[in-house]
């Protein structure tokens, strides 16, 4: 069951992070998933935003809330300088 403790942790994770680079990985139906590099924007009360640089070098930004991280629906790995890429919650 879904606990309000769990999503509370998973936005705070979140804004510890903005501005750091991420890799997402987003389910988009029946084995069909996206990976995509962005950085992690602003977060708000229901969802965070990720800004994605496409290979035509436009900026794009997408929205998630933060049950779809809960839920596996969307997964998030953070870049760190030294190790590369951790997966965080």
Known sequence: MIQ???LFKIKKDL???IGQKVQLKAKKGRKKSVIREGIIEST???IFVVK???EQETERRVSY???DILTKT???V???ENQGFQFTS
């Open 4 to 6: 309000k403790n769990d």
């Open 15 to 17: 804004e510890s992070n």
């Open 78 to 80: 953070v870049y760190s």
């Open 65 to 67: 809330s933060y049950t």
């Open 44 to 46: 708000y009360p229901s």
């Open 52 to 54: 994605i640089e496409n």
């Open 74 to 76: 969307v997964e998030l």
